[in-house]
């Protein structure tokens, strides 16, 4: 069964403007399925050729210039990492022709493979990002960059299917991908663990060279259990018992598959006690469910990890929401020396707006408490000046809420 993917817009505008649109994505994301459909719905005869074919990968890296003269444009070229020797000769054919739209390339990593198609092809590229379901992908809804606006936000809360915390934890349990969505029989634990065996075997034994499979699952493990929290490498490379050089690389694969994002801080010289580690946030909070063990929705619920994988949950369809806009998510974060910190800071029209995240009905004031540590922006000279904009807590409301003139609580399920 096929869910419409809101990326779908995106793709289709990006295929009007270049001559070669890639989208990426983390494995079984849904990123093949997703272009077979366009090209089945599309006004022109588009081949597909899998790199994943034995045959045809030969084929690719032997004779690069007889592969693309094989597979004459339109055409989709999935799994473009294990080829990147035809990339030179996409690049003389797109020049040769001008057609727009006339290579559709995916791929499940970036890694170095991805960094040679922006290399090559730079001028000539769209690129897209793709990620797991969002859950407006999943109950049919509109998808929107998400915006503060109370006005829309009030609007959308009216439009979109309430949740309780209950059903909540059920969605972030089940997780992101395609198919346990698509097909709810699937177990959750047999489906990450296949998932699981599958990311370390294609992704990672075959194109990032990590020496000790068992012990990047420890790392990978550790991470799960840092979500939404700052990212220490130290404290990393202490408990995994590897050097700081390897968690750094091995980190940059994680986000380069899609599997985490490394949410910057957001720090300026009049915010004097601001500290620069990024915040992290699992992605797939089904997967970091599975590495870390909790069984069911109940049981992570009621755990020590719920508040977290509660924030990185809101965090990942916010992100979600500007990937699939085709725009660079414009997301940070704020922690000072004292601990302060502020969830999320969303920036954009010439403002920056205060999130919190929190996993309750009744967040109460001091959930907004720390929007005070912005006001020094405030004070700067005209010049420098940052404008803040209204704060917003996303939490567990049943219907947004004025906490004050200038704050605003938002049913998490919102977004």
Not at 151 to 161: D, H
Not at 294 to 317: C, I, K, Q, T, Y
Not at 374 to 387: D, F
Request: net charge neutral; charged share 25%.
């Amino acid at each position: 069964m096929y869910i419409q993917r809101a990326i779908e817009k995106t793709i289709l505008r990006m295929s009007e403007q270049f001559r070669v649109v890639l989208l990426t994505g983390p494995r079984q994301c849904g990123k093949t399925t997703l272009l077979k459909q366009l090209a089945a719905n599309g006004k022109t005869d588009r081949a597909y050729v899998t790199l994943d074919d034995l045959n045809e990968r030969a084929l690719a890296r032997r004779d690069p210039a007889l592969f693309i003269e094989t597979h004459r444009p339109p055409v989709f070229i999935d799994e473009i990492q294990y080829a990147p020797e035809i990339l030179s000769y996409i690049k003389i054919k797109v020049d040769q022709d001008d057609m727009r739209g006339a290579y559709w390339l995916s791929g499940s990593q970036m890694f170095q493979t991805m960094k040679g198609v922006t290399e090559t092809l730079a001028g000539r590229v769209g690129i897209a990002r793709m990620l797991g379901l969002a859950r407006s992908e999943t109950m049919g809804y509109d998808s929107a960059p998400f915006d503060t606006s109370y006005e829309q936000l009030r609007t959308r809360a009216q439009k979109v299917p309430p949740l309780n915390i209950h059903e909540l934890f059920e969605h972030i349990h089940r997780g992101s991908m395609p198919e346990l969505h698509a097909f709810p029989s699937i177990g959750t634990s047999e489906y990450y663990s296949s998932y699981l065996t599958t990311y370390l075997e294609r992704d990672i034994r075959d194109l990032s060279q990590v020496a000790d499979e068992t012990l990047f699952v420890q790392f990978l493990t550790a991470v799960a259990a840092r979500t939404s929290e700052p990212l220490v490498m130290e404290d990393l490379a202490r408990e995994i018992g590897v050097s700081n050089p390897t968690i750094k690389r091995w980190l940059s694969i994680l986000v380069t598959s899609g599997l985490v994002v490394l949410l910057p801080a957001y720090h300026k010289s009049v915010l004097k006690r601001a500290v620069k580690m990024p915040k992290l946030h699992f992605l797939d909070m089904g997967l970091a469910a599975y590495l870390l063990k909790w069984n069911s929705p109940e049981a992570l619920e009621s755990g020590a990890a719920a508040g977290r994988f509660f924030e990185s949950w809101v965090f990942s369809e916010i992100y979600k929401s500007y990937l699939n806009s085709g725009l660079e998510p414009p997301l940070f974060y704020y922690r000072d020396k004292q601990k302060n910190e502020i969830d999320l800071l969303i920036i954009g029209d010439g403002l920056l707006c205060p999130v919190e995240i929190k996993k309750t009905a009744t967040p109460g004031h001091n959930s907004v408490k720390n929007f005070k540590q912005l006001i020094p922006l405030e004070e700067l000279a005209q010049s420098q000046r940052v404008s803040i904009g209204k704060g917003t807590v996303l939490c567990m409301v049943s219907s947004p809420l004025p906490e004050s003139a200038e704050n605003w609580y938002i049913p998490a399920w919102v977004v």
